[in-house]
């Protein structure tokens, strides 16, 4: 499995309320998920859905890793790494609440206890400053690359006027 870096709460305190996007040529984001968890009773599988019981937040399995205890005997402790997490504040990047029961599309309900609120991690070229044009959002840079010439043309036609045609 790839490297996973906790998100340090400096990370997504720093500008609390904005709203950061990805431009669609600069590439996709990538938003992933870990949350340790206790008493696991099943091995959630890759690619499974796990969603908490209380809070009702989602993501699906990358991978895990048990620390200590068998899932055999039901007290296994371990993470639970994963990707597109959904429920989660934008503005805390917390997935899963604590003590909360999770419950697997193949591992079944109940089949873990998250140990702790999990945290979210997301990566890629984000920007503050975007332009949303023709339905997709654009960095500054590619959107006047791609689209200021156009885009200015647009803006010089008035619709408002009537045009040179004769009406009868």
């Known amino acids: 499995m790839g490297e996973f870096r906790l998100p340090r709460r400096t990370d997504w ?6 709203k950061w996007y990805s431009c669609v040529l600069c590439g996709p984001t990538r938003t992933k998920f870990l949350v340790h968890f206790d008493s696991c009773s099943v091995a959630p599988t890759v690619g499974e859905t796990i969603t908490g019981a209380t809070s009702g937040d989602t993501g699906v399995v ?3 890793t048990i620390i200590s205890g068998t899932v055999a005997a039901g007290d296994a402790t371990g993470v639970i790494e994963g990707n597109t ?3 989660h504040d934008e503005n805390n990047l917390e997935v899963f609440d604590d003590n909360e029961a999770l419950n697997g599309s193949t591992a079944g309900a109940n089949f873990a206890t998250a140990n ?5 991690q997301i ?6 400053d975007t332009v949303e044009y023709e339905g997709k959002r654009y960095c500054v840079p590619h959107f ?5 010439k156009t885009w200015a043309d647009d803006a010089k036609i008035d619709t408002t006027k009537e045009g040179d045609r004769d009406e009868d």
């Open 13 to 18: 305190s720093r500008n609390p309320g904005e």
């Open 62 to 64: 990358e991978g895990h």
């Open 85 to 87: 997490p959904t429920g």
């Open 116 to 120: 702790s609120k999990g945290a979210v």
């Open 123 to 128: 990566s890629g070229r984000l920007f503050a």
């Open 144 to 148: 006047r690359m791609k689209f200021e």
